[in-house]
C-alpha cells in the first residue's frame, strides 16, 4: 500500500468510526504529511517502513522548529496513527510507541495586582446602562472566578438571594455553588430589575433566563465579553493585558494570598483535580519571593562582605 492509501484509510477511520471534527482530522493528516516530507528528505523509505530510530531521529529534529508542546502534539497524532496500521495488520509494531516526549514548561498563571483590579473598578461609567452591565461582568469574574462560558450560561434561576450564592453548570457537567459577597448580591439584583429588563424589551424572546444580555436583549456570548474587557482596558488607559481567564487566575491567587484554604480554591474553581489548583500556590511563593528580595534589607545588598 502506498503513502496515500494508508492515509486515506485512517481519514476515514478517524472520521467515520471516531467522529472526529474536520478540523481535527485535518491537523492528524498534516502531523502524518510533516513525517512524509522528513522521509523524502532523508531518503528513509516511506510511512510503513519507519522504524523507532527513525521515529527517534524525526522527534529530535523537531526540536530545531518547534515548541515542546508543540511536539507531543505531534507525536501523539503519530502514535494514534501507527496504532491504526498495527491494528489493521498494516505493519507489526508502532515505532512512535515508547518515544520519549519532551517536557512542557508548566508556565505560571498570570495575574494582575488588586490595586489595578481596584482602578478598573474606578474606570468604569455606570451612568449608563451598558456600563453597569460591564462592571457587574467584571464583578462576577473576579468575584466568583468562573470560566467565561460559566458566566455566559448563567441563568437568573441558578441565583440563591437568600444564601448569596450561585450555581454553576461547570465542564464535564460538574456543578458547583459559588458564593458571592454582599456587594456583588446587591448589583447583581439591581441589574435584573433594572438594566436586564431594559434590554430584554428590545428581544423577541421574552422567556430568556439568560443573566448577561447584550444591547440587543438576546445572551452574551464569550467573545462579547472578551470584548466588554478589551473596552474597559481601553477606556481605563491602563497599559496591562487582561482577559477573562486572567480575571480568574487573579481570584485564585488573592485568595490564596490572604489565607485561604488550597481545597476551598479548588472546589470555587471547580478543579476535578487538587494538582490544578496547586499552581497556584507556585505564583504566591514567587510573589512572597520576590517582596523579601525588595524588601529584606540583607537581600537588597548587591555585594557580600
Known amino acids: 500500500m502506498s503513502n496515500i492509501d494508508v492515509i486515506n484509510l485512517f481519514k476515514r477511520y478517524i472520521e467515520d468510526e471516531k467522529s472526529y471534527s ?9 502531523d502524518i504529511y510533516s513525517l512524509i516530507h522528513f522521509l523524502d528528505r532523508e531518503e528513509f523509505g516511506d510511512l510503513q517502513t519507519v522504524s523507532t530510530r527513525i521515529a527517534r531521529f524525526y522527534t529530535a529534529s ?24 498495527t491494528r489493521e495488520e498494516i505493519i507489526k509494531e508502532n515505532p512512535f510507541l515508547n518515544v520519549e516526549l519532551p517536557k512542557a514548561e508548566k508556565k505560571l498563571p498570570k495575574f494582575i495586582y488588586p490595586e489595578e483590579i481596584e482602578t478598573l473598578f474606578d474606570s468604569v461609567n455606570t451612568t449608563k446602562p451598558l456600563g453597569k452591565r460591564d462592571k457587574l461582568i467584571l464583578e462576577l469574574l473576579y468575584g466568583t472566578g468562573v470560566r467565561v462560558s460559566e458566566l455566559c450560561n448563567m441563568k437568573i434561576k441558578d441565583i440563591d438571594f437568600y444564601q448569596d450564592l450561585i450555581l454553576i453548570h461547570g465542564k464535564g457537567s460538574k456543578d458547583r455553588y459559588v458564593p458571592i459577597h454582599k456587594s456583588l448580591s446587591k448589583q447583581l439584583k439591581d441589574y435584573i430589575l433594572t438594566t436586564r429588563n431594559e434590554f430584554l424589551k428590545r428581544s423577541q424572546d421574552q422567556e430568556n433566563d439568560t443573566v448577561l444580555l447584550n444591547f440587543k436583549g438576546t445572551s452574551l456570548t464569550t467573545r462579547g465579553v472578551r470584548l466588554v474587557i478589551k473596552r474597559m482596558i481601553d477606556n481605563s488607559e491602563e497599559t496591562f493585558s487582561l482577559s477573562p481567564h486572567k480575571l ?11 489565607g485561604a484554604d488550597l481545597r476551598s480554591v479548588q472546589e470555587l474553581l471547580g478543579h476535578s483535580s487538587l494538582s490544578s489548583t496547586q ?10 519571593k520576590d517582596s523579601y528580595m525588595h ?11
Request: overall charge positive; aromatic content about 10%; charged content about 30%.
Open 22 to 30: 474536520e478540523n481535527t482530522s485535518i491537523s492528524y493528516i498534516d
Open 248 to 258: 480568574r487566575h487573579s481570584f485564585a491567587t488573592h485568595l490564596l494570598d490572604n
Open 62 to 85: 523537531l526540536h530545531e522548529r518547534y515548541t515542546p508542546k508543540s511536539i507531543a502534539r505531534k507525536i501523539s497524532s503519530l502514535r494514534s496513527f501507527y496504532s491504526f496500521l
Open 279 to 288: 499552581i497556584y500556590t507556585n505564583v504566591t511563593k514567587e510573589k512572597l
Open 295 to 305: 524588601a529584606h534589607p540583607r537581600a537588597k545588598r548587591t555585594k557580600i562582605r
